[in-house]
C-alpha cells in the first residue's frame, strides 16, 4: 500500500518536477557555467577564464553604483508597500464604525479593495507605459499638465520625472519616482493578502479590546500587527525579490536604460549593458550569479530574524 | 579573447580535463552551451555560379530576410523582393520586419540565425562584438560581383562613403543601403514668412534666436531620450572646428586627443545654447521632439534624412520641410564646408547562416538600379547606390541634395561608438548631460578624455583603427 501511494506521488511529481529542472535550474547553472568563461554571446567559442570575471566585479565602479541603488529600493520598496498595504487593510477590514453588528471596514471597502487590487492585473510592460505618459516631461503630461493648469508650476521649467539626477535626501530624484510606481503597483496586491489574514483573526479579540477602550491606534498595534507577524514577513521576502529586480521600469522608463548619466542603474541594467550591448555574456552571467547568491542570502536571513513562535487560533 | 579560432570547444574541453580543474562539473557545463548544436551549412551544396547568378544560388531554396521597420518603414523592402524574385522565381523569400533586432536575432546567432539581417535601430547588435567574434560573414565578394543591372561591379554602382563606413579591420562586414545626410530641419514656409535666413553659423544662429524666441517659438528642440541623437550634433561640430584628423585622432583613442584645438570651443558652443535658454522646455524623446518641431513649438531640429518618412503622418499642410547643414563656428573652422552624411541602415549575413549565397544575391537586388529607386521613392531618403533619387520630387529629398552638392572633400562620419560600446554609452551619457545643463563643455572633455583613456589601457577590449 505504502509502495502504491509513493508511486502515485511521483507519478504526479515527475512531469512538473521535471519541467523545473529543465527550465529553472539547468539554465541557472549554465549561467553559473558561462560565468567562467569569457563568452561574448554571439558565436559558440569561449574561453575557460576562472573567476577572473568575479574578480573584476569588485572593481566595477558601475555596479558598486547600481548595488546601492537596489539597496535603497530593497530598504523602500518594502517599508513604503508594506506600510501601505497594511494602512488599506486595516481601514477596509476593522477600520470602520463599530457598532451591533460588530467590527466592520469603512463603508464601501469592497468596491475599494477592487479599485487597489487593479494594478496588479496589469502587466508591468503596461504600467511603465502608461506611468511615462503621467511623468511625460512637458506641458502634455499628466502631472505637469494639471501643475501648469493650476499654476503651481512655470510652464518652462516642467518637472522632469525620469531626467531628474539631482539627488534628494541623499538619492537621485529618479529612483524616488521609480518607487513611487514600484509602491504604487504592488501595495493592491498586499492589501489583498493582508486582508485575508487579518480576517482569519477572530473577530472577538478586537471586540474584546474595544469593550476595554483600546483606541484604533492601539488595537492595530497591539493586536493586528503581532498576528500578522506571518504573513508580513512573508510579503518582505517577496518585496526584497522585486525591489533587487525593478529592470522593466527601468528599462523602460529612464532614458538610455539606467540613466540620466548612470543615475538610475541597477544590477539588472549594468547585466543588460554588458550582455547585450558590450557582449560580455560571461562577465553579465558572473554579476547575475552574485546577484543570485545576495538574494538567496538575503531571504535566508531575513526569514532568520522574523522567525517566531506560532499563535494558533 | 574573441577572434581565437584554433581554440575550439574541443580543445578548451581537452584543455579543461587535462589541467584536472573542476573535472566533472566544469565540463558538464560547458559542453551544455547554446551554441553548441552545429548548424546545418548550405553552402556545401551550392548551385552553380554564373555572371548572372556570382553567389550560387541554389534554385529551390530558401532565404529568410529580416527588416528593420523603422523610421523608413519596410514598404521598399517588399520591392526589393520583387526585383529579386524576378530572377530567381524558385527562390523563397522569407522576409519579417520589426523594430526589435537584437531581442529577436540574437538568441538565434550561435545556432540558426537568419540569413540577411538588417542591424538597425534602436535596439541592434553590436557591431564591434559581431565582427570581433566572429559571428558576420566579410561580404568583400559582394562589392566585386558584377551590379544587378548596371555597368561594373557592385562597388563602382555605390556612393561614396559606403564601402568606407562599412569596412572593419580591413573587411567589409556591414551593406548600408541607406545614404543619410544629417543637418539643421526647418520649416521653409516659416522662415519665408518671418524673412529668416537658416543660420550657417552658431554666430548667425545666436543672433537670429531672440527673433524667433519674441516669435514666442523655442529656437531649438532635441531627442533628450537617446544620447546619440545630440551626438550627432556635437560631433558634427566637433569635426568643422577641429578639423578631420581629430575625430580620426578621437576614433583612435590617441591620447589627449580630446584635448585637440577647436574641440573645446565647439562643444562650448552648445554649452552657451543651453545657458541662453534657446532649447523648448521639457524632455521629449525623438518623435515628441519632432513633432513638436512640426507644431511649430520650436525652429530647428537636427536629424537625419528618414526625418520625412518617420514622421509622414502628421506632417501639418503648408510645412516645408527642408534641410540646413549644421553650423560651424566661423572663420576659426578647419573643415567648415564637410558634411555629415554617411551610408547607414546596415545589412549583415551571419556566419552561421544556412543559405549565405541567396542572402549576398538579396542585397545585391537591393542596391540594383531598381531597386534604390523604389527606396528613394518610397522613403524620400536616398539610397547608397548612385543616381538613386534623380527621379524622386520632394523639397527634402531635393535640400539634402543640395547639402551635398555644397559639400566639401571629406563627409563627417565617426566611428566611436561603433567601436567601443564603453565610449558609445559614456558619449551618449554625457552629451545629454551637456544638453541638460548640468555639464560644461570643459567637464565634457575632461570625462570623455577619461573614458578614452581607461578604454584605451582596458586590455579586455579589442581596439579599432582607422586611417580615413
Redesign the interface.
Known amino acids: 500500500m505504502r509502495h502504491g501511494v509513493a508511486r502515485f506521488v511521483t507519478g504526479f511529481l515527475a512531469l512538473p518536477l521535471g519541467l523545473y529542472l529543465f527550465y529553472v535550474v539547468w539554465p541557472f547553472l549554465q549561467a553559473a557555467g558561462y560565468s567562467l568563461t569569457d563568452w561574448g554571446g554571439y558565436s559558440d567559442r569561449q574561453q575557460f577564464v576562472g573567476l577572473e570575471n568575479y574578480i573584476r566585479l569588485f572593481s566595477d565602479e558601475l555596479i558598486r553604483k547600481a548595488f546601492w541603488h537596489n539597496v535603497f529600493f530593497l530598504v523602500t520598496v518594502p517599508l513604503f508597500t508594506i506600510a501601505l498595504a497594511l494602512f488599506l487593510a486595516f481601514l477596509l477590514n476593522v477600520g470602520g464604525r463599530e457598532d451591533r453588528a460588530g467590527v466592520r471596514g469603512v463603508f464601501g471597502s469592497g468596491l475599494y479593495k477592487v479599485i487597489f487590487f487593479f494594478p496588479q492585473v496589469l502587466s508591468l510592460v503596461v504600467i511603465a507605459v502608461m506611468w511615462q505618459q503621467i511623468y511625460r516631461a512637458d506641458g502634455q503630461g499628466l502631472i505637469n499638465g494639471v501643475l501648469m493648469k493650476i499654476g503651481l508650476i512655470n510652464s518652462d521649467d516642467p518637472i522632469t520625472f525620469m531626467y531628474d539626477p539631482e539627488p534628494f535626501l541623499g538619492v537621485p530624484a529618479v529612483l524616488w519616482w521609480l518607487l513611487l510606481i514600484a509602491v504604487w503597483s504592488g501595495a493592491g496586491f498586499y492589501m489583498v493578502l493582508f486582508s485575508a489574514a487579518m480576517q482569519s483573526i477572530p473577530k472577538d479579540i478586537f471586540e474584546a479590546a474595544i469593550l476595554d477602550g483600546a483606541s484604533r491606534f492601539h488595537t492595530f498595534f497591539r493586536i493586528t500587527l503581532p498576528l500578522l507577524r506571518d504573513t508580513v514577513s512573508v510579503a518582505w521576502v517577496y518585496l526584497g525579490f522585486i525591489a533587487l529586480d525593478m529592470f522593466a521600469l527601468v528599462y523602460i522608463m529612464t532614458p538610455s536604460q539606467g540613466g540620466p548619466n548612470h543615475a538610475s542603474e541597477i544590477f539588472a541594467s549594468v547585466i543588460n549593458f554588458n550582455a547585450f550591448q558590450k557582449g560580455q555574456f560571461g562577465y553579465a552571467c558572473a554579476i547575475a550569479v552574485a546577484l543570485a547568491i545576495f538574494t538567496i542570502l538575503l531571504a535566508a536571513l531575513q526569514l532568520r530574524i522574523t522567525r517566531r513562535e506560532r499563535i494558533e487560533y | ?2 577572434v ?1 579560432p584554433d ?3 574541443r580543445t ?1 574541453l581537452r ?2 580535463a587535462a589541467a584536472g ?1 573542476l573535472v566533472t562539473p ?1 565540463v558538464g ?2 559542453s ?5 548544436t552545429p548548424s546545418q551549412n548550405n553552402d556545401d551544396k551550392a548551385g552553380e555560379k554564373s555572371k548572372d547568378n556570382p553567389f550560387g544560388v541554389q534554385d529551390n531554396s530558401a532565404v529568410k530576410v529580416v527588416i528593420f521597420n523603422g523610421g523608413l518603414g519596410d514598404a521598399w523592402a517588399k520591392e526589393d523582393q520583387a526585383v529579386f524574385t524576378a530572377k530567381h522565381p524558385s527562390v523563397t523569400v522569407n522576409m519579417s520586419s520589426t523594430q526589435k533586432i ?1 531581442t529577436e536575432e ?1 538568441p538565434k ?2 545556432t540558426q540565425p537568419s540569413d540577411l539581417i538588417m542591424n538597425s535601430g534602436a535596439d541592434l ?2 557591431l ?3 565582427i ?4 558576420i560573414e566579410p561580404l568583400d565578394d559582394l562589392l566585386t560581383a558584377p551590379a544587378w543591372d548596371s555597368e561594373g561591379t557592385v562597388a563602382d554602382s555605390l556612393l561614396p562613403g559606403t564601402v568606407n563606413d562599412g569596412t572593419f579591420q580591413g573587411k567589409f562586414f556591414v551593406v548600408y543601403v541607406a545614404f543619410t545626410v544629417w543637418g539643421n530641419w526647418y520649416n521653409g514656409a516659416l522662415f519665408d514668412r518671418e524673412g529668416w535666413t537658416p543660420p550657417k553659423t552658431f554666430d548667425e544662429f545666436f543672433t537670429l534666436a531672440p527673433q524667433i524666441k519674441a516669435k514666442g517659438i523655442a529656437p531649438y528642440v532635441y531627442d ?4 546619440y541623437y545630440p551626438r550627432w550634433a556635437l560631433m558634427a561640430t566637433i569635426w568643422k572646428s577641429a578639423g578631420r584628423q581629430a575625430v580620426i585622432d578621437i576614433d583612435n583613442l590617441k591620447e589627449n586627443a580630446w584635448r585637440a584645438e577647436g574641440v573645446l570651443p565647439a562643444l562650448e558652443a552648445w554649452e552657451k545654447l543651453v545657458k541662453d ?1 534657446l532649447v ?5 524623446d525623438h518623435t ?1 521632439s519632432q513633432q ?1 518641431w512640426l507644431d511649430g513649438k520650436a525652429a530647428f531640429i537636427q536629424v537625419g534624412t528618414w526625418l520625412k518618412n518617420e514622421m509622414a503622418a502628421t506632417i501639418p499642410p503648408g510645412f516645408e520641410m527642408k534641410l540646413s547643414d549644421y553650423w560651424g563656428l566661423g572663420a576659426s573652422d578647419k573643415a567648415p564646408t564637410d558634411v555629415f552624411a554617411g551610408a547607414g541602415e546596415g545589412f549583415v549575413v551571419p ?1 552561421k547562416a544556412p543559405n549565405k549565397a541567396a542572402a549576398k544575391e538579396f542585397l545585391r537586388a537591393v542596391l540594383s538600379k531598381a531597386g534604390s529607386a523604389k527606396f528613394a521613392e518610397l522613403t524620400k531618403s536616398l539610397a547608397s547606390t548612385k543616381g538613386s533619387g534623380d527621379n524622386v520630387q520632394d523639397a527634402a529629398l531635393s535640400t539634402a541634395n543640395e547639402v551635398m552638392k555644397n559639400a566639401g572633400k571629406d563627409l563627417i562620419s565617426v566611428k566611436l561608438w561603433d567601436f567601443y ?2 565610449l ?2 559614456e558619449s ?3 552629451s ?2 551637456l544638453m ?1 545643463g ?1 555639464l560644461t563643455a570643459a567637464q565634457f572633455v575632461d570625462k570623455m578624455q577619461a573614458a578614452a583613456d581607461k578604454v584605451a589601457k582596458d586590455s ?1 577590449i579589442t581596439k579599432q583603427t582607422r586611417d580615413a
Open positions: 579573447m574573441s581565437n581554440l575550439d570547444r578548451l584543455r579543461a580543474l566544469a557545463l560547458l551544455a552551451c547554446a551554441g553548441s537584437k540574437q546567432m550561435a547588435m553590436d564591434s562584438t559581431l570581433n567574434e566572429g559571428a533628450a531620450v537617446h544620447g535658454k523648448l522646455p521639457g524632455k521629449l515628441q513638436a556566419s560600446a564603453d558609445d554609452k551618449q551619457n554625457l545629454q548631460e541638460a548640468r579586455s
